[in-house]
C-alpha cells in the first residue's frame, strides 16, 4: 500500500528515477547554486526561528491527550490526523474523498506536487522562483503506520487546546473562494487523494518540510520553524520532542 517516493517516481521521456534527473540537473546548474546557496542561508538567518524543547499547550490530564501523526515519505512530509478529529475546521475535505480513518495533509509547490513527470525545467523553476502551491489530502483506511508501511512515521501526543490550535493552521494552508468553499483541484480516479488551490507561495526557503514544522509548531511540539528545509531534520525533530514530551524523557 506504500506510495513510491517522489525521489523513486519515473520522470522525464525516458522514465528514469526522479533522483537522477534532479542528480544531473544539479550537476548541470553548479554554477549558479554556488551563487544562490549564501544568499539562501544569509536568508535563513534573518528569519531564523530556532526552537527549544519546551513543549507549548501540554495537556493537564491524560483525557486531554490527542495523538496525530507525522509521515516522511523520503522527500517530502506529511501530517495525519484522525477522522474523529477534523473538527468543523478541516471536516470539508470529506466531501471530496472516499471515507477513510484517517487523513494525511502535506502542501508543496503547484506543479512539481501534481506533475506525472517532473522535467528539469519544473525543478529548476522550483528551486530558483516564488510559485504557487497546493493542499495534497489522503484517505487512508488504516493507521499511518500500516498504510504507510516502510516510511518513517512518528505519533506525536498533543493537547485539545494544541490540537485546535495545529488545526487552524492546517485550515490556513487552503485557499477558499468567498462562499468559503476550497477550489478542489487534481483528484485521483479512486477517490483516495485530492489536490486543493493552496494558501502561500513555495520557494526554496519555504519549502513543503519547512511548512511542517509550522504546523506542529502551532500544536505546541518544539520545532525549528526557518531551518527546517529536510524530511529528515523534521523526523528528527518530531522524534526528539516525543522522546521529551511535556519536558520529561519518555
Known amino acids: 500500500m506504500k506510495r513510491p517516493s517522489l525521489m523513486e517516481r519515473p520522470a522525464g521521456a525516458s522514465g528514469a528515477p526522479l533522483g537522477k534527473i534532479l542528480a544531473d540537473t544539479v550537476s548541470r546548474f553548479s554554477n549558479l547554486g554556488k551563487l544562490w546557496l549564501p544568499l539562501v542561508a544569509s536568508l535563513l538567518m534573518l528569519s531564523a526561528g530556532c526552537a527549544g524543547n519546551e513543549w507549548k499547550y501540554p495537556p493537564a490530564t ?9 509521515v516522511s515519505h523520503g522527500w517530502h512530509t506529511g501530517v495525519v490526523l484522525s477522522r474523529e478529529e477534523l473538527g468543523a475546521q478541516l471536516g470539508f475535505v470529506s466531501q471530496y474523498l472516499r471515507e477513510g480513518r ?7 509547490e503547484a506543479e512539481w ?3 506525472e513527470k517532473v ?4 525543478f529548476l523553476k522550483t528551486v530558483f522562483w516564488s510559485n ?4 495534497h489530502v489522503v484517505s487512508l483506511p488504516v493507521t499511518p503506520d500500516r498504510f504507510f508501511s516502510g516510511s518513517d512515521v512518528v505519533e506525536l501526543t498533543l493537547s485539545e487546546t494544541g490540537l485546535e490550535h ?4 492546517l485550515r490556513a494552508s487552503f485557499a477558499f473562494d468567498p462562499q468559503m468553499r476550497p477550489y478542489p483541484l487534481k483528484r485521483s480516479p479512486d477517490g483516495e487523494s ?3 488551490k493552496g494558501e502561500g507561495n513555495y520557494l526554496i526557503i519555504n519549502t513543503c518540510n519547512r511548512w511542517t514544522a509550522k ?3 502551532s500544536g505546541g511540539v518544539p520545532m525549528d520553524t526557518a531551518f527546517t528545509l529536510r524530511a529528515a531534520s523534521v523526523i528528527r525533530q518530531a522524534r526528539d520532542a516525543k522522546n521529551n514530551f511535556g519536558g520529561k524523557p519518555r
Open 113 to 115: 506536487y501534481q506533475a
Open 62 to 70: 491524560k483525557a486531554e491527550e490527542r495523538s496525530i501523526y507525522v
Open 102 to 108: 484517517y487523513y494525511e495533509f502535506g502542501w508543496g
Open 119 to 122: 522535467t528539469p525545467w519544473i
Open 215 to 217: 504546523v506542529l509548531h
Open 194 to 196: 485530492s489536490f486543493f
Open 132 to 135: 504557487p502551491s497546493v493542499m
Open 166 to 169: 495545529l488545526k487552524e493552521e
